[in-house]
C-alpha cells in the first residue's frame, strides 16, 4: 500500500529530532569529508520520509532511526562541520545521508550559526517539506550562501510512486519545491 510522504516524514521527524534549551536537535551519524562537488564536509543525518528504491543509506540506518546515531543541537552540528571543513582547507558544506529538511527548526538554526562564516551550504531535498510547508522554502531564500537541489525521483507521478512506494501525489510537492522559485523563494 502506498503511504504518505507528508505523514511519514513528520512520523520520522519524531524520532530523529528533540527538544532542548540549546534549540532543536536531530541525529547524526558521521560527519565526514567528502569528494563531490570538490570537496564537501557533509554530516549525514538519520532519517528520510521516502523509500527510494535506489536509496545508498544502509538500510541499518534507514529503518532503525531510534536505534541509529547522537543527537546534536545545532551548534555542536555547525562546530564539528567548520572544524572539518577548516581541517582540510573546504569550503563547502552540506548535510546528506538522510533528509535535510526534517527538523525545520534545526535547519534553519544550523544555516544561521553559518551565516558570515565563508561556507557555501549545498541543501540535497528532496523537496518533499519545502513544497508541503511554504514558509520553509521563503525562510531559506535569505541565507544566499544556501544552494538548494531538489532530487526528483522520476519525471512523473506514477515513475515517482514507481520509485518510493509513496503515493503519488508527492511529485507534485517535489515540484512545488522547485517552482517555489517563481514565487521568489529561491535565488
Ligand atoms: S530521498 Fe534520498 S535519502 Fe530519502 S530515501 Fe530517497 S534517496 Fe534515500
Known sequence: MLYDPVRRHLSIEKLVTRKSINGLQRKYYRVRPARWYGGIVTADCVGCGLLCKFCWVSDYVMFHPADVGKFYSPEKIVNSLVMLARKRGLNQLRISGGEPTIGKSHLLQVLENLQGEGFSFILET????????????SRLVKYNFVHVRVSLKGCSESEFALLTGAKPSGFVLQLKSIFAELDGCWS
Not at 528532496?126 to 522554502?137: C, E, H, R, S, T
Open 126 to 137: 528532496n523537496g518533499i517539506l519545502l513544497g508541503y510547508d511554504k514558509d520553509y522554502a
